[in-house]
């Protein structure tokens, strides 16, 4: 029972929501990072390289051949295209998040500033806003008692 109170509040406080809600959003960011990659950017990168397809591309150890019993023995190889193409998926996303992040902590910190305007500032840090000025008033009176 407790176990099950517990998953309760955590499913009630948000953060399941928050993380289906990642999970959603993740997947169809791959979706996009999928198309930008695969027709976006190969594409003139394969014109540059006189059609030259990267996912095919690989480092052949061993071509297939037929041995002398008849087995037949399959190539071996390291595809390093595949490397190259999840490469350029980890860039895209990677370049793409920081852009989000920047962006979000930008608007982050305009929101936390009391003086901007421009953003509407959470009731939370006004008010800290509020009692860290009044602290300060408070703390120069004391000063100037004791010299008194």
Known sequence: M???KEFKEFAVK???V???IGVIIGAAFNKVVNVIVKDIILPPLTFL?????WEDQKWVLRDA???KKGVVLDEIAIGYGKLVEALVDFLVIGLTVFLVVKVMNGIKNRAQDVKDTTIKTPKDIELLHKISDLLEDQNSFLKDQKKI
Do not use: P, Q
């Not at 390289?49 to 397809?53: K, P, R, Y």
């Open 14 to 16: 948000g953060n399941m």
């Open 2 to 4: 407790k176990l099950l």
């Open 49 to 53: 390289t006189e059609g030259l397809s």
């Open 65 to 67: 051949f037929t041995s």
């Open 18 to 20: 928050d993380i289906a």
